[in-house]
């Protein structure tokens, strides 16, 4: 993370009288795969922005894209012009679809406000990052295991677990480590 802050007195008093106000946040979402609650960025938002609007503040976060990286800046203005703002940049370990780069930013929208406004969850556990943390694609073998996968769930459960065990240690290990993946073979196979 990269802050950029600008010197202005009233800037400074009304973040710091903001902060004041600012409460502890609980956590609202819930993350099935990993068996993790989270506060969620609506949560986050609607909890901070009026304080920050009686104090002068605006909270804005535009984002820009680079391939499959994308940049967060969490920019607090004030109405007097200051500025203070900080930015996270994040990349997507496997394919930069709409969906990972989607969560990619809200994701970085989240823990950049946390983070430069000094938002705790209660408690301050969040571990809802893993649409941006699956592993990447990078095995050729791997990818037309999964397509195998994938073409069993039409003939049931007991397929896909069949084509799952004939899989390799390490194909199964990377499979175990995608929740989501594996949760969507098993929801296609159940149908």
Do not use: C
Not at 75 to 92: C, P, R, V, Y
Not at 147 to 161: H, I, K, P, R
């Amino acid at each position: 993370m990269t802050t950029k802050q600008t010197d202005n007195n009233p800037l400074a008093a009304d973040l710091v009288a903001a902060l004041s106000e600012l409460r502890t946040l609980g956590q609202d979402g819930a993350n099935p795969h990993f068996k993790s609650r989270y506060l969620t960025l609506q949560t986050l938002v609607e909890g901070v922005r009026p304080i920050l609007a009686r104090h002068n503040l605006a909270l804005l976060q535009p984002v820009t894209a680079d391939g499959a990286s994308v940049t967060v800046t969490t920019l607090l203005l004030h109405s007097s012009g200051a500025e203070f703002s900080s930015a996270l940049t994040l990349t997507a370990t496997g394919p930069a679809t709409p969906q990972a780069l989607g969560s990619l930013i809200s994701y970085g929208r989240r823990y950049g406000a946390g983070s430069l406004l000094g938002i705790v969850s209660d408690p301050d556990a969040d571990d809802d990052g893993n649409a941006a943390s699956a592993p990447p694609a990078t095995d050729p073998t791997y990818d037309a295991w999964v397509a195998t996968l994938q073409a069993e769930t039409s003939n049931g459960y007991e397929a896909l677990v069949a084509a799952v065990n004939a899989g390799t240690d390490a194909q199964k290990a990377r499979l175990r480590a995608n929740a989501s993946l594996w949760n969507a073979l098993k929801n296609a196979a159940v149908k």
